[in-house]
Structures are given as structure tokens and as C-alpha cells.
């Protein structure tokens, strides 16, 4: 087989029918092979990514999470006696509160061991989503964004709405003051602090700092994670054996 | 009206009601996927929606991949 990327003549050429299966493969994922996994993993894992998906349906181009569809797997999950443990990937950039808070309660009670990694960006309502984990891993060069509770577009300014909102963030405070090390004053600081966003309020945490204020557990990658996670799945096992 | 903005045309207007019919979530072979429509009974898939890691492993409903829905 001969590879000649040769830009011209490859848009010229009129389509083939029949590609070569490697070519295929290249255009359909970006590689040649996939690596394999044994069969049966025990670990599942959960991708928080994009924005998450609340009453509206987004248009197609955003990348969303779909909490309604989020949710039967995280109860296929909890059912399946060969799943032992879930590890939650986040890089979101948050979304609607209730669609968030609903995922994170699910986790928080999900009985199985659970582990959470925040890569890239775990802002807004994926905070109480990361924190729902029985351990909570941050990569060092992510973000978390802890700001207000706020609609999008016009917000009416009567008390009522006021109320609204401010009960609102509460239950998200409550959440993840409950789920984490992190003080309620301290989650306050940072989500009403000055001047570290552009005309905004709020704070921007990143890796370690996220683990000093004691809302995450430990800063690290996919390596440590598992380790926890199977640490955990571990430990479970010990637990249960000793109850049966 | 004119508006001198940097972010994209998509974040301001708002969709066409048809393009939202184009993507659709699917079962495929028991496996979540979400896939958009081309043409006929066929789909490229987009995303594949499951937990199980070992269903991003297999290659014949990766991201790219045309399937066929009856």
C-alpha cells in the first residue's frame, strides 16, 4: 500500500468506494488501533462533559450531559453485581442546577465505592458533582469555577426571585459542604470573593488549591484514581465479608 | 442590526427546530449510542453514551463510524 499525502491529489481523486479498512480507520477515529481491555471490567466510568443538560434540550453542535439518560445508567449500575466501582470523569462547564445536583445526589448514594477525577474543568455545578465521589482527585492544572447562583439573560429583580435563587444556592452549599472538607464560610468566601473573576464574583481554584481549601480529596491523574478506587472496591469487599 | 462580536454565529442565533431532529440517542446492540442522521437507515455516531469501558474499545461503533438502524 502505498501513503502518499499528497493534499491536492487526495481532494481531486473522486471517492472511492472500496477504502483500504486502515485508511477508514484513520478518518474514523484518528488511529490506527485501539487498545484492548480484558473482558468484564469491573470499574465503570461515568463522563461528566460538556455542558450539562437540564429542562431545555440544547442545540445539537453544544456537547452536553443528558442527566435523564446519566441517571438509568448510574441505577444499572448500583443493580449490576459485576460493576464494583465508578470512577466520574468531569470537564464541564457546569449547567443547569437541578439536572446537576440531581447526578450528584445519585452519586452521593450510590452504594458502591466511587471516585472522581477533575481534568480540564470542573466549574460551577459540576463542584457538587466532583465532591459527590467517596474520593475526589483534581489534575493539577485544573480549574474549578465557585461562583453565585445566577439565571442567564434578564433576571427580574423582586424578592421573590431573590429568595428563589438564594434557597437555591443554599441546597448547593449544603451539598457540598456536606460531601467535602470544606467549610460552609470558607465556600462562601470564595463564592462572593472580588476581583479574581472579570466583572464577575466568584473564585477560580486550581489543582492544589482546590485540596487546600479541602473541597477535593488529593491532587492527581487516571494512575492514582484507580488505585484509590480499587483501594476502596477493596475495602468494601473486606466489609461486606464481614457482615455475610 | 448589526453586531460586532468574536463569539460564533451558533451562540447567538438560535437553531433551526429541524436541527435538533437530526441527532438522536440510540440502543445499538445494547449499547447507548448518539448518533446523527445521514441518510437512508443510516447514522454516524457521535458519541458513544455507555460506562462500560470496554465499549470504547470496540471499533465498530467508535465516534466516526457509519451504522445501519433498521
Known sequence: ?244 | MILYTAMPSEWIYQAEPSEYAKQKVVNFEGIPLLVEFTSGSEYRVIQVMSTDPNDFMNENIGPGVKITLS
Open chain 1, 1 to 244: 500500500m502505498d501513503f502518499e499525502m499528497n493534499g491536492n491529489d487526495q481532494e481531486q481523486q473522486p471517492k472511492e468506494d472500496k477504502q483500504s479498512p486502515l485508511m477508514e480507520k484513520i478518518q474514523q477515529l484518528g488511529q490506527t488501533n485501539v487498545p484492548q481491555l480484558s473482558q468484564d471490567s469491573k470499574i465503570h466510568c461515568l463522563t461528566i462533559v460538556g455542558q450539562i443538560e437540564g429542562h431545555l434540550q440544547l442545540p445539537p453542535q453544544n456537547k452536553t450531559t443528558k442527566y435523564e439518560h446519566l441517571i438509568p445508567q448510574i441505577v444499572a449500575i448500583e443493580q449490576n453485581p459485576k460493576i464494583e466501582g465508578l470512577l466520574v470523569i468531569l470537564n464541564t462547564v457546569g449547567g443547569d442546577v437541578e439536572a446537576g445536583l440531581a447526578l450528584a445526589e445519585m452519586l452521593a448514594s450510590l452504594s458502591k465505592p466511587t471516585v472522581s477525577i477533575v481534568l480540564g474543568g470542573g466549574h460551577s455545578i459540576g463542584v457538587p458533582i466532583a465532591v459527590s465521589c467517596d474520593y475526589a482527585y483534581i489534575a493539577e492544572s485544573a480549574t474549578m469555577t465557585i461562583h453565585p447562583i445566577r439565571l442567564t439573560g434578564l433576571v427580574i429583580g423582586v424578592p421573590q426571585t431573590f429568595e428563589y435563587l438564594d434557597k437555591m444556592q443554599e441546597r448547593v452549599i449544603n451539598f457540598v459542604t456536606k460531601h467535602s472538607q470544606i467549610t460552609e464560610e470558607k465556600f462562601k468566601d470564595l463564592m462572593f470573593a472580588k476581583g479574581n473573576l472579570t466583572r464577575d464574583i466568584g473564585t477560580n481554584v486550581i489543582g492544589a488549591d482546590a485540596v487546600e481549601f479541602g473541597l477535593i480529596n488529593e491532587v492527581g491523574g487516571i494512575g492514582p484514581a484507580l488505585k484509590k478506587l480499587e483501594e476502596l472496591i477493596e475495602n468494601n469487599e473486606q466489609q461486606e465479608g464481614l457482615v455475610q
